[in-house]
């Protein structure tokens, strides 16, 4: 029985950040339409035979320079405990009259869920990725807790422990909170996963003694554990400590249980292998359009006009010419960010199919618009050009944990430069494509309109949906955008709170065909002629460029 700790391990592929294909890296306040992202990833994942997902990631981001900041969904831990709604999605909705704390899987179209990393992980000193979060436990059940115990009441099936350690001491160790609260307070029945090589990491430097790792991690109440490489070890360890009775039998039964509950719950012996059926789901065009509402969903817009003029957006359609500029203009890699094909994320458009923002404007102009691209046009060609307007596309690179840890969060070179050429040669539009807030603050004056469009995944026309006016902006930052980083950690509420643009802000604007369909109900039946001659000319803009 002890084996089955190591052989669920190997069973399972981590597809924790599939919803970063889906653009909805920043969503502000939408439960309702994470719910429906979670139920278009279980399909996709299903289809891959996969029943078995990592996500959600249920941190409370507190300071951005930590790697993993874009993996959460707020700074505010109430924005998190709605977002949990998408466990309801990937394992869909609880039976009435269900136990609470007990796992739900809820048919051959869903996946079992896991929240994590329990607990703290977005609280690390200076945001230092697998570090020490130093908090009193009412601040640690105050602020990371309550998003679990959510996770709980909606059935998540499963809890992964965080690399992190609390005032000191390890979590995947950590008798007390893995066992004492989250299993006996809480009453959560499913079962608890280590993550990878997590045990490995209970001393320093890691696996400096494993049988001691392997002893602490199980005692804590970590019912399976991520084993990527010798298996044989953790195998002969934990066999050695059962034996020697250091590792009783009964804290063995409690996870062979818990493992099994989930396993039955999800119906994975009667339904092992993949469902070919399900096989047309996989990048489906529902499916894409549902991430293409969750990007122009998610974009904030932080500036549009400067001081006394009139608001650049929305673009007009039939500008004579326009340039599109940065390193991010054309590239889905960066538009993905990291988790995305590979574990750092990629560079370039050869690794999966979407639409980058380039290409979402080549589809959205009039066809008569000359459209000019330059990954890095200097100040001299700006200016020798006689462009309607400009979009400068630029942020950050891909990365994924340790390696996204920032001190400077700086934009990604030579964007700074870009934006400077252009913007302060013609009118421009600067979208920053980047996983949290980054300093941005010398350049806000040269700028006519400033979007925060997080990772927007493989769907570029959610941008060019409410650049353009099609669709309105909606989006509120889920996050503090600081000025600079010596301001940092700084969240709402913080004596020293002094923000560039503070959590949950965000400029509203409405479509265009919302704008001409208001008008007319308003002013048509009193002044027709006047009406007329407004609508023409508030519009002549829009269509001209001019």
């Known amino acids: 029985m002890a084996l089955m700790l190591f052989m669920d391990t190997t ?29 278009a990833t279980a399909l996709e994942v299903r289809a891959t035979g996969i029943p078995y997902v990592f996500a959600p990631c249920i941190a409370v981001c507190r300071d951005p320079r930590w790697g993993r900041c874009y993996e959460s969904y707020s700074e505010d831990h109430k924005v998190v405990e709605e977002m949990t709604d998408i466990i309801l ?27 994590k990393h329990f607990v703290g992980d977005g609280g690390t000193t200076s945001g230092i990725n697998e570090n020490n979060t130093v908090i009193d436990m009412h601040g640690l059940l105050s602020m990371y807790m309550p998003a679990y115990s959510d996770s709980i009441i ?31 307070t809480l009453k959560f029945k499913g079962f608890v996963i280590s993550d990878w090589q997590g045990i490995d990491r209970i001393t320093s430097p890691p696996h400096l003694n494993y049988t001691y790792s392997v002893q602490e991690a199980i005692q804590a109440g970590i019912d399976m554990v991520m084993v990527p490489y010798n298996h044989t070890e953790f195998v002969d360890d934990l066999t050695y400590l059962v034996k020697n009775k250091v590792i009783p039998m009964d804290r063995i039964d409690d996870a062979v249980e818990r493992i099994l509950l989930v396993k039955f719950t999800m119906g994975l012996f009667e339904n092992p292998f993949a469902d070919f059926s399900l096989v047309h789901e996989l990048g489906s065009q529902a499916h894409r359009d549902l991430a293409r509402e969750a990007v122009r969903k998610s974009l904030v817009l932080l500036k549009n006009g400067k001081g006394g003029s009139f608001p650049l957006l929305p673009l007009s359609k039939k500008a004579s010419k326009i ?43 009039d066809p008569s618009t000359e459209i000019v691209y330059r990954e890095t046009p200097d100040g001299d060609f700006v200016k020798s050009n006689n462009f309607d307007y400009a979009i400068v596309v630029v942020g950050e690179p891909p990365y994924a944990e340790t390696a996204g840890d920032s001190t400077t969060l700086t934009v ?52 060019t949906d409410v650049l353009y006016g099609d669709y309105g902006f909606s989006g509120k930052l889920p996050r503090t955008w600081f000025k600079t980083v010596d301001q940092l950690p700084m969240n709402v509420g913080d004596s020293h709170y002094d ?3 503070p959590f949950g802000f965000g400029l509203k604007t409405d479509s265009i065909a919302s704008i001409v369909s208001r008008s007319t109900s308003a002013a048509a039946p009193e002044r027709p002629c006047l009406f007329i001659l407004m609508i023409t000319l508030s519009l002549s803009f829009y269509f001209t460029g001019r």
Request: glycine letters at 14%; proline letters at 5%; one cysteine or more.
């Open 11 to 39: 069973m399972f592929i981590m597809l924790q950040y599939f919803h970063t294909m889906w653009g909805l890296e920043q969503p502000g306040k939408d439960p309702e339409l994470v719910k429906k992202i979670g139920a």
């Open 89 to 115: 999605g990937l394992q869909g909705d609880i039976p009435s009259g269900s136990r609470e704390g007990v796992p739900y899987v809820g048919g051959k179209d869903k996946v079992a869920a896991c929240a």
């Open 154 to 184: 909606k059935g998540v099936s499963t809890i992964m422990v965080s690399y992190t350690s609390w005032n000191g001491e390890k979590m995947h160790a950590n008798h007390e909170l893995v066992t004492g609260f989250l299993k006996n």
């Open 323 to 365: 340039l599109v500029a940065g390193t991010h203009a054309d590239n889905l890699g960066y538009q993905c960010g990291g988790w995305t094909i590979q574990w750092q994320g990629f560079s370039g458009n050869n690794y999966t199919r979407g639409t980058t923002i380039l290409g979402a404007i080549n589809s959205t102009v």
């Open 412 to 463: 990604m070179e030579p964007g700074a430069s870009v934006i400077n050429d252009v913007c302060g040669t013609v009118k421009c539009v600067v979208v920053i494509i980047s996983g949290r807030p980054l300093v941005i603050e010398p350049y806000v004056s040269a700028i006519d309109a400033l979007v925060a469009a997080w990772l927007p995944g493989t769907e570029g026309q959610g941008v």
């Open 499 to 501: 923000p560039l643009f």
